[in-house]
C-alpha cells in the first residue's frame, strides 16, 4: 500500500460520528417516550379519596409529605375535614313560662299565707303554665307583706322574675338575707292576695 491510496478501512472520526449518531437517537427515542407518557405517570400517582373508614381521627403531626411536584404523596391520606358544629337553635323567642324550653326555669313556691295549701295551689298553676317546681314549703322566716317572687341579680333570674311577676300579678324583687344562699332558681313567696295566673301573658 502507498501513501496515496485511500485507507481501505474506515477512519475513526467516521466511527466516532456514528455512534454519536447512535446515541443522540437512543436519546431521543427515550425522551419522545418520556413525553408520551408522561401525563399518565402523574394521573397514576394521585392519591385517592379516602374511604370513611380508613380516614384518621387526628390530624398527622409532620405536614404530608411531597413528591418533587408538590402534590401529596399517594402514600398519605388527606388531612380529615374539620368538625362542623351543629347549628344554635334560637332560645329568644320562646317565652318563659310557655310550656316550650320554659322547664329550664325553676320555681320554688312557699306560703306565707293563712290559707292553708295556697303554695301546693300556686304551684299546680305554674306548673300547667311551663315552669319547673321542684319544692313546695311554707317560709316562717317573717312576714312577707304580697306576693313575691325573688331573684339572684345580675344572673338571667332577673328577667325571668319579672316576667314570672308580671303573670301572677306580684313584685319581682333581689333575694335578701334569709333566702340569699338558697339554691339557683327563682323563689315565689305567695301571700293571701296570690289570684293564680292571667291568660295571655
Do not use: C, W
Request: proline share 13%; glycine share 12%; aromatic share 4%.
Amino acid at each position: 500500500m502507498t501513501s496515496g491510496e485511500p485507507s481501505s478501512g474506515p477512519s475513526r472520526a467516521r466511527i466516532a460520528g456514528i455512534g454519536l449518531i447512535g446515541i443522540g437517537v437512543i436519546a431521543g427515542a427515550i425522551g419522545i417516550g418520556t413525553l408520551a407518557f408522561g401525563g399518565q405517570e402523574s394521573d397514576s400517582a394521585q392519591p385517592l379519596p379516602p374511604s370513611p373508614d380508613t380516614v384518621p381521627v387526628a390530624a398527622p403531626s409532620n405536614p404530608p409529605a411531597t413528591s418533587s411536584a408538590g402534590a401529596p404523596s399517594p402514600t398519605q391520606a388527606p388531612p380529615p375535614p374539620e368538625p362542623v358544629a351543629p347549628p344554635q337553635q334560637p332560645t329568644q323567642d320562646v317565652p318563659v313560662g310557655s310550656g316550650d324550653g320554659a322547664a329550664l326555669v325553676v320555681v320554688r313556691v312557699y306560703n306565707n299565707s293563712t290559707i292553708s295549701g295556697l303554695a301546693h295551689r300556686a304551684a299546680e298553676d305554674l306548673k300547667r303554665a311551663g315552669y319547673d317546681v321542684p319544692e313546695i314549703g311554707n317560709y316562717s322566716g317573717g312576714i312577707i307583706p304580697t306576693t313575691t317572687v325573688y331573684f339572684r341579680p345580675g344572673t338571667d333570674e332577673e328577667r325571668q322574675a319579672r316576667e314570672l311577676a308580671a303573670r301572677i300579678g306580684a313584685r319581682a324583687e333581689p333575694r335578701f338575707d334569709g333566702i340569699r344562699n338558697a339554691s339557683p332558681g327563682l323563689i315565689a313567696i305567695i301571700t293571701n292576695d296570690y289570684k293564680g295566673t292571667t291568660v295571655g301573658k
